[in-house]
């Protein structure tokens, strides 16, 4: 994990309350879910926030989560390598973020990478991988392992069906009010955006003129 140096004034004022965000019940409901999720003997981490980093921080479990969504030979991290370089943890752990996005994670909803290694912010974490739960039990595509009571389904816009004979009568529809409006004319009508003309009408009155009596 790494080392994070003290934080003294304001710094460390602001880092208490975004640890107070952080929810130790949605750890283990996140817990469950990957476990569940990535299979394969994955061992569980002991409960606590600093456990749970640990456990996340060099990436290879992220990349393994977002695979699993995916139907073999479409995964789109093809190599997970095990390694304990710093910059090789953090270049997966962006593989990840890039690959959540493409999933359809909003990017409001997807932590930094120095969330994760310096634990900056772990509930910014827990919000990324509650939104990729929550994708992964709308899409409905099969993948998606767990109790689907974890994640909430998100809702879709109601999109109307219409069978061919009702497309059929629409058109014919709007074919007959065009065609009643084909003997109109529009002689006359001033366009919009045409100053229109106005006819000064001069009185015989003007100038001494009068009209014959």
């Not at 790494?2 to 817990?31: C, F, H, T, W």
């Not at 090789?88 to 969330?115: N, P």
């Not at 109307?160 to 084909?182: A, N, P």
Request: glycine share 10%.
């Amino acid at each position: 994990m790494a080392n994070r140096g003290p934080s003294y004034g304001m710094s460390r004022e602001v880092q208490e309350k975004i640890d107070q965000k952080y929810d130790q019940e949605l750890e283990a409901r996140l817990v469950d879910w990957i476990v569940a999720q990535c299979g394969g003997g994955l061992e569980r981490p002991e409960p606590g926030k600093q456990n749970f980093q640990s456990w996340l921080i060099d990436g290879t479990i992220l990349c393994r989560l977002i695979n699993s969504l995916y139907p073999s030979g479409m995964e789109p991290i093809k190599k997970i390598p095990e390694t304990k370089m710093a910059f090789k943890q953090m270049e997966k752990i962006s593989q990840f973020l890039e690959a959540v996005e493409a999933y359809g994670v909003v990017r409001g909803d997807i932590f930094q990478t120095v969330d994760l290694w310096e634990g900056k912010d772990m509930a910014a974490v827990q919000r990324t991988l509650m939104a990729l739960g929550s994708e992964a039990l709308t899409k409905d595509d099969g993948h998606y392992h767990g109790n689907k009571d974890w994640f909430r389904r998100k809702s879709k816009g109601h999109r109307r069906e219409f069978s061919e004979e009702q497309l059929r009568q629409g058109r014919t529809l709007i074919g007959m009010q065009m065609g009643s409006h084909r003997g109109a004319s529009q002689a006359g009508m001033t366009g919009y955006g045409t100053p229109r003309q106005i006819m000064r009408y001069e009185s015989p009155r003007r100038n001494g003129d009068r009209s014959p009596s």
